[in-house]
T-cell receptor, first 111, second 113 residues
Framework: NAGVTQTPKFQVLKTGQSMTLQCAQD?????MYWYRQDPGMGLRLIYY???????DKGEVPNGYNVSRLNKREFSLRLESAAPSQTSVYFC??????????FGEGSRLTVL | QQQVKQSPQSLIVQKGGISIINCAYE??????FPWYQQFPGKGPALLIA?????SEKKEGRFTISFNKSAKQFSLHIMDSQPGDSATYFC????????????FGRGTSLIVHP
């Protein structure tokens, strides 16, 4: 059972480089989310997609863009990476109002 | 503005002891209160959840206590074990809105053998 799959698991970027984090879920969930986790800050919502074709900003959207490619896939793009974006990124999915299922995370370092 | 406040930030307990983590919320529209458990290198996973129609929910050694009037809820881990060592997040969401959960900042629990 794959659940929520994120790629890559690790990435090192230089300031100004761009990259895309990929996320796919196989649970037929409507909602998908991108969070970042930083020490002492908990999980902060970057963007979410309540259903295929819709995306909305979360708490910390600046510097990021997202694409809900289809019901299964939700990608997060950093157009010009900054050191402040060094973090662990988690993708999650859910049915409305229920449990969130998380991926194992993507650890990004921006030098 | 932090909508869900979680304490303590870290907790050290001896094996067999009781671990207690507290959360307080402000938005009275919240009606779903889950707790997530996260082991190092892994994503969070749902541990236990409660809705405000009950004041307590127990699953094995884990209990959520909910106080609607005080807008507080807590996680109690009875007979804590070294395998319980993890980071715990409380969360809250509102069914009347978009169900987007708001997370507390997390509690790092260490259970000493």
């Amino acid at each position: 059972n794959a659940g929520v799959t994120q790629t890559p698991k690790f990435q090192v970027l230089k300031t100004g480089q761009s990259m895309t984090l990929q996320c796919a879920q196989d649970m037929n969930h409507n909602s998908m989310y991108w969070y970042r986790q930083d020490p002492g800050m908990g999980l902060r919502l970057i963007y979410y997609s309540a259903s295929e074709g819709t995306t909305d900003k979360g708490e910390v959207p600046n510097g990021y863009n997202v694409s809900r490619l289809n019901k299964r896939e939700f990608s997060l793009r950093l157009e010009s990476a900054a050191p402040s974006q060094t973090s662990v990124y988690f993708c999650a999915s859910s049915l409305a109002g229920g449990e969130l299922f998380f991926g194992e995370g993507s650890r990004l370092t921006v030098l | 503005q932090q909508q869900v406040k979680q304490s303590p930030q870290s907790l050290i307990v001896q094996k067999g002891g009781i671990s207690i983590i507290n959360c307080a919320y402000e938005n009275t529209a919240f009606d779903y209160f889950p707790w997530y458990q996260q082991f190092p290198g892994k994503g969070p996973a749902l541990l236990i959840a409660i809705r405000p129609d009950v004041s307590e929910k127990k699953e094995g050694r884990f209990t959520i206590s909910f106080n609607k009037s005080a807008k507080q809820f807590s996680l109690h881990i009875m007979d804590s074990q070294p395998g319980d060592s993890a980071t715990y997040f409380c969360a809250a969401s509102a069914s009347g809105g978009s169900y987007i959960p708001t997370f507390g900042r997390g509690t790092s629990l260490i259970v000493h053998p």
